[in-house]
């Protein structure tokens, strides 16, 4: 029986689950982050065609 990734999720299931409102708020952050990044790539991606 291998119990290695299921084993390493519980803790990250259990802590979502404590959070409760918090969740909402972690996933705005994580859109906030994505959408900086997906940005931050759309700059270097014209700065790099502009020369």
Not at 18 to 35: A, C, I, K, P
Not at 39 to 50: E, L, N, P, Q
Request: hydrophobic letters at 35%; glycine letters at 6%; proline letters at 6%.
């Amino acid at each position: 029986m291998k119990a290695g990734p299921p084993v390493n999720r519980l803790p990250v299931i259990w802590s979502l689950l404590q959070s409760g409102s918090s969740v909402t708020q972690r996933t705005v952050e994580t859109r906030v982050l994505t959408t900086s990044s997906a940005s931050t790539m759309v700059t270097i991606m014209g700065y790099a065609s502009r020369k």
